[in-house]
């Protein structure tokens, strides 16, 4: 998925400055974005409030959409730098393509993780053939510097470990690990994302890691975390030093988990990319409208590349990690 803001600043995110050390209760609500096709989505992070959980940077939420007689999602090809992707669905499925010569159907709860390193380019769609309802949540995360040029890879996980040891919840563990079950997925630095399903009138409590920030992503249904009541397509910033995290579900209800070792870096993100300099985007955005080999090519899919739009004059706009 990709950031088609056609006039997006670079911003710096990251650095330890304004990560609560201990719990809070912030609500990050969304604003819309155009994602391509019939899609728009609900973008929680990057968000005024909040920029960063953990290394996770940018979460976009979307659907449950109808698109029986639609084309649903169509990003064409795009790149990427010093990140990762993943792909969550709870309905219908996206075809990915990506420069590595990747092609795979994603449906729900399977792992699609892209990890664009120094550089790949992707494109996502809705099949030609697909399911009437679309919804999920596209995630980025960023790299530390130590691994933030490794080379670009992708991984598809159709099996993933889930914990059925509460009464009516349905976890299944995306990246990291909770409980004593890990994902398979690669991840660089200490993170957190779980799949959270509740059965109406589950109360369940989850155990965390009270080094991360967490937060909680409602997708359907009606429930309260930590007592706080969330409508689907917000976001609750939890803070750190948690051990525990209460969540009632007062109906069926479907949220994303999310957390991680607060990131200690400042990035710069611009467009789709994230580097530490300005200079870094500059040479990406380069390289991208120039063909080079750093991004590749994406066969297969029926329409042009993306044209990264032009850098704002002057230098980045320094943001700290909240506003
Ligand atoms: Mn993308």
Redesign the pocket.
């Known amino acids: 998925?990709?950031n088609l803001d056609t006039a997006p600043h670079p911003m710096l995110r990251g650095g330890l400055e304004d990560v609560p050390g201990q719990p809070v209760h912030q609500v990050l609500t969304s604003r819309l974005a155009p994602l391509g096709g019939s899609t728009v989505v609900r973008r929680l992070l990057p968000n005024l409030g909040r920029r960063m959980v953990g290394a996770w940077c940018f979460v976009d939420h979307y659907g449950p959409d109808d698109i029986v007689d639609q084309p649903g999602m169509w990003?064409p090809p795009?790149p990427?730098t010093n990140l990762q992707?993943v792909s969550w669905l709870h309905d219908g499925e996206v075809l990915h393509r990506d420069s590595l010569g990747s092609l795979q159907t994603v449906r729900a709860r399977e792992l699609g993780l892209m990890t664009a390193g120094h550089g790949i380019a992707?494109a996502?769609q809705s099949p030609a053939r697909h399911a009437r309802l679309l919804h999920g949540a596209q995630l980025w995360v960023a790299l530390p510097g130590a691994h933030r040029d490794v080379a670009p890879a992708f991984e598809h996980h159709s099996e993933l470990p889930t914990l059925h040891s509460r009464r009516g919840l349905r976890a299944t563990v995306i990246l990291g690990e909770i409980d004593g079950s890990a994902s398979p997925g690669t991840t660089f630095s200490p993170l957190l994302g779980v799949d959270v399903a509740l059965d109406q009138g589950a109360d369940v409590a989850l155990p965390l890691e009270p080094d991360f920030e967490h937060a909680v992503l409602t997708m359907s249904g009606s429930v309260r975390v930590d007592g706080h009541a969330l409508e689907p397509g917000t976001m609750l910033y939890l803070g750190s030093g948690r051990r525990e995290l209460r969540i009632e579900a007062d109906t069926d209800s479907g949220l994303l988990l999310l957390g991680g070792q607060p990131f200690d870096e400042k990035i710069v993100m611009w467009w789709?990319f994230i580097g530490r300099s300005q200079r870094d985007i500059e040479e990406a955005r380069a390289a991208w409208m120039a063909g080079d080999e750093r991004f590749g090519a994406v066969h297969g899919f029926d329409g042009a590349p993306l044209a990264a739009p032009d850098l704002p004059p002057g230098r980045l706009r320094p943001r700290g990690r909240t506003r």
């Open positions: 998925m990709s990003v795009h990427h992707t992707h996502e789709n």
